[in-house]
């Protein structure tokens, strides 16, 4: 079983940017498909971006593209979310999540999906001010 922690959160001025990290404990991440998700309060848990275990598939959303990016170090165990121009509207908790991909699912897309993971982090915040 893997351990997540999410790190890097804080607060930031509109245009700013942020790196996140994702460690893993517990297991070796270049097992697991990883992907970063944020939840803003009243609001769902929305997907921004996955990768896939050697990092040669990535997925974003619609709303991050072009602004943030997801990368991966197997070595550090460390899975990134580097974010920039921040805005107000991506004030949010963030988290990261990572799937073993027992069934070898070969498309990144299908892990747009919060319940394609088995493993979550507790979240750090992000507060982006105007």
């Known amino acids: 079983q893997v351990t997540l922690v999410e790190s890097g959160g804080g607060l930031v001025q509109a245009g700013g940017s942020l790196t996140l990290s994702c460690a893993a404990s517990?297991?070796?991440?270049?097992?697991?498909?990883v992907g970063w998700f944020r939840q803003a309060p009243g609001k769902e848990r929305e997907v921004l971006a996955a990768?896939?275990?050697?990092?040669?598939?990535?997925y974003y959303a619609e709303s991050v593209k072009g602004r943030f990016a997801i990368s991966r170090d197997n070595v550090k165990n460390t899975v990134y979310l580097r974010m920039n121009n921040l805005r107000p509207d991506d004030t949010a908790v963030f988290f990261c999540?990572?799937?073993?991909?027992?069934?070898?699912?070969?498309?990144?897309?299908?892990?747009?999906?919060?319940?394609?993971?088995?493993?979550w982090g507790q979240g750090t915040q992000v507060t982006v001010s105007s």
């Open positions: 990768i896939s275990r050697r990092g040669g598939r990535i």
């Open positions: 517990g297991r070796t991440l270049s097992s697991y498909v």
């Open positions: 999540a990572a799937d073993p991909n027992l069934r070898g699912v070969t498309s990144i897309n299908y892990y747009r999906s919060a319940d394609k993971y088995d493993y």
